[in-house]
């Protein structure tokens, strides 16, 4: 089941420098709410961390945490988004998820993050 | 017959965040009104779900349903843009149709919904 | 001989919205003036509709009825830009017409029409 | 020997509307004035007419008769914008000559000409 | 161990202009804090000199010299770009990690450093 | 031995006009100064004529002249920009140098030359 | 309803000569069996005539005809062979049936008919 | 009207040697005897001459001759085959025709000609 | 004038071994017969020398020589052929012209000569 | 100066199977005899050692050793070979070099040994 308490974090060791971290997961799997069939994506994190950094290892732990589950794209897109952003309170995070084709359709669902006060210029 | 009763919606567990949703439907047919010869073509929904989102599975069985009907490339595009807006009421919408070559000439026809004081900045 | 009368149109279901139909004809032929050998290029039709729409068969009807004529380039590309806002009255028209190469020189010829108060924001 | 008498004109049908005209001859050679050696490369040329067309076959008799000039590449690009320019006398030209590779390098020129008064606004 | 000791600057000759250098290493490698297994990625770094510019062969060794270290991508990232700017104090620089495929998931990191006072225009 | 006395000019016999001219050599060879061994790359000008412009044949005898020598990257990139504009003198100049991998990593040095009362405009 | 008499058929006016004619029908649709869901997949047929050639547009119709009916993969590649064979009766006949992702699944289905006594050398 | 008068032959310079011709004409259209419209494809003819060759403009004027004949592709195909054995009389002759989609459906047909003694080895 | 006594060869100094040299040049031209038209093509020349081999400046200098001279395109390559034949008397040649798009059509010619004697294996 | 003395060799440790080494050298250059201008090109050099291996340091210092030499094309491929036969002495060697563009025309020379004796099966 999926388990945010997978997710670690490290100290970002630079915190005074606004940087982005790009991590890119092809091998995401969870199951359709409606006919328990299994859906496969590709997650994309991009993120500009502020005082922690996620910790690779926990992340695919984490990802994989969803295979057994039932879920909507939509929830499975913006819950991995909130459970990133709680645990590792990012400046800024873009949460993207493309599924393949299910019934002839397929599926792009993207989220951001924006934390307040902090100015996303010409992201 | 196409039926927009096919739809089916389910809450948005995210309501607080503007996200984007893009599904892409390679195997629309239907048929063509003067000639009564099937039509082929691609239909891409791209939106920003409000309260509520589409169901998947739903959508396919709706866009199935159009499989036997005589109408023109512009009324599909606007048709299928007026259910799902009706339906699930997204902040926005952006519908794109492209269909196969007929008599030696292929066609897109786009079509955009932009719900009223809904600011789509750098969309 | 190329016959505007060919070309028939349908009420536009949607005139409430700005949309845009793209149509492309990569088969049209017509004969060269100087020369009288046959000339080849593809017809690009991008427009956003008024009140009418134009049908596609009529409009391929009508583009074959260059077949035999003998005209230049850019007065086809005027001459169906023309043809077209006298029959659909669109809001917006743009008439790309893309020649084969002839004598080693290919050419491209592009000119569109805006309908007088219409405003083409971001086109 | 290059003869901008071979050059022909006829009347703009439609000079009521900036329309673009793009002529694009990967067939140019002309001698090197250093080495009496042959030089090829790709004429370009792009314009809005104003009241006057150039001729298709008539260009390319004109870029034929360099066939056996000795000629710089930098002076090649701006006699053809200057002799097309006279000719025609149009509302915007761009003129762009890219050689082929001599002596290990290759290159490319371009040259522009602007009616005073025509405002190329987003050209 | 990674040791900035190895890295040699040499003169910029000309510092009166701002111009730009682009180093990119594609055999960087070094070792996953957690696992203790290889990491391996691409290394970019793009800079305006002031006074100083980075010696290549030093460089080499420098990046090197990270090759049996346990560090995290993004301390990695950050370190790098550390050591160079302190020492050949440059006017900018652009960090850039592309790190390969591990348990799945594949990671970017991007850090930029500015000379205080610089103006980093249209860059 | 690098020669600028090897460059030629001739005159800009279009003068009154702001026109651009691109070579790429791309066999373009020196020596490194710390290990002796071959440097390889390609360079490419892009410059903006006054009143003089490079002869061709000239730069190709002045590019090979560095065959034998033990230069920096960075400094054959300045030193080939400064050599062409004192000879010819230009409005603009661009100049690129891409280095082949040596020790792992490729480099890429970029130096530009604007005359003093020159506007760049959208350049 | 699959209906083979649809097909029409014309006198091959050259039967003294074994050639080749090959059509690829991108547009084919039929219906699970199972699920009631539509199929889509591309129709290739490669014969060599005897004494009768299909109609190419009746062969439209009769792939058409296929629309609604409910019918397994293999079944509707042996049955297409079958019901052209009947018709035409060639010296040879090569179907492939390539059907879209179902299940994450995409499949093909080929199947020849070779006439007794005909020698099919090196096809 | 299709005219193999138009073809015109010269005297085989060579006829020692077995030589191959290849001409590709991607500009072939004539019109469907069904439907009275226009058909496109491409003539492919490869041919191994004997005492003639065909002269190419001639070959030009004789497969514009087609334009407004109605036709099936089947006996295009093995026409232009017969017409060209009959006026050069070569030693090997391979006609391949590729039409462009109609009514969903492409079609590419192939036919041979070897002259009685000739050998054909590795062909 | 095409002049086979600009062609130069020099001593092959390894003629105990058959090799291979293959010679590609793309700015062949050459004037048509029949309309006094520019040709353009490329000439690819493969041969096995047997004592001499082609000297490249002087095969360079011998191919501009057909720069003025109206010949056909099958003459051309066979002569081609013969005149390099002639001079280097090579074990194996294989001579492909391909020349640019006249009239609508495109040509490649290949013509073959190999030495009485010469085992031609797995050529 | 090309001096075969430069090559070294080591004890192929696994003489007992027949392998393939495949060395590309794209940074290789010497100078035109006729011209004295510098020449470029990639030497590619495959083998099946038999007792002995190339070591790959000594290949590039060998390589560079011709930098200056004035040498033909056909020339430098055999005499490659030839060293490298001589102090390697492999089963089989396969010596490629593409030379770039020189007066419009580019060059590749391919030349090959088979040790007395060595069956070179399906090679």
């Not at 991009?46 to 994989?64: F, Q, T």
């Amino acid at each position: 089941m999926a388990n945010k308490k997978l997710l670690e974090v490290f100290d970002n060791a630079y915190p005074q420098r606004d940087y982005t971290i790009i991590h890119t997961a092809p091998e995401f799997t969870s199951v359709c709410p409606k006919t328990g069939q299994p859906d496969f994506g590709v997650i994309t994190i991009e993120y500009i961390p502020d005082k922690l950094c996620i910790e690779l290892k926990s992340l695919k732990l984490y990802l994989n945490s969803f295979r057994n589950d039932g879920i909507f794209y939509e929830s499975v897109t913006n819950l991995i988004l909130e459970d990133l952003v709680e645990v590792c309170k990012p400046r800024y995070m873009l949460l993207t998820a493309e599924f393949n084709v299910r019934g002839g359709i397929s599926s792009v669902i993207e989220a951001e993050y924006v934390k307040e006060g902090f100015n996303l210029k010409q992201k």
